[in-house]
């Protein structure tokens, strides 16, 4: 079995490049070889799969990739780590071949144009600031993704999983149900990071299933969502009435979908948004 990162060599790695973790970029960097082992099992990566990684950081978690699938794409927002990257998983007795590095903002990718297979399967530990986005983004753009394991802030992972009539229940759930179930997937320990962050982390696991419409539906169902959640504590008719000019056509709206007027919007899936939207003329 080939040998991963360990806390020393992450260390010797950061002093190396000068690296000084930031918070702005979400940088806490994973220690522990069996947590990324175990990561991965979780996301059921196989010799067939082509991983996605959103911000690899030093390779903790793509070396553990690069051992379980048959290729993995990093995406990594800073330059060094991006141009290091390559070194180290060299170093690790992985074939260059089987890594692609791309130097961008995973916010921005919606497209790997060169690409070819295209990813199967994401695995990553998100940043924390802007892990629903990228998760999003990732979910609207490569439908070539079945499945997946993203590493984000307990809270996060709550809000991710939850379910309509909870208080964590809001827009990110709703939305990523669109093309996913999420699941959680078990807690993670602060004492496997570097440096050690001041909150909890948490697994969640996604399985996509077909969108529930077109591209057109899920743009008008999530300016439902949107409205609805902006104004949570509102009945729906009075959350949405400025999609349709007006809480009395808003509630007839609600009426012709099936929809209770004064329900509000935590308490509704988003098979439920998606009725409300067909009715925006």
Known sequence: MSNLLGAAEIRELAALLDLKPTKKLG?????????????????????????????????????ALLEASKAVIAIEIDQRLANQLPATVAKHGFAAENLQVINQDAMQVSNLPTLNPLPTVLVANLPYNVSVPV??????????????????????????????????YGSPTVKSNWWADLTWAGPVSRSVFWPVPNVDSALVRFDRHPPLGSEELRIKTFKVIDHAFAKRRKMMRS???ELFGGSAPAEQALI?????????GEALTVQQFSQIAQQIS
């Open 135 to 168: 998760l999003l983004n990732l979910l609207e753009h490569f439908p070539s993704i079945k499945c997946g394991v993203v590493m984000v802030q307990s809270e996060v992972a709550e809000r991710l999983v939850a379910k309509a009539n909870n208080k964590e």
């Open 27 to 63: 940088q806490n960097f994973v220690v522990d070889a069996n947590t990324c082992r175990k990561i991965v099992k979780l996301a059921d990566v196989s010799k067939s799969d082509v991983a996605l990684e959103i911000g690899p950081g030093l390779g903790s978690l793509t070396l």
């Open 239 to 241: 959350a949405i009435s």
């Open 256 to 264: 012709s979908a099936g929809i209770d007027p004064t329900i509000r």
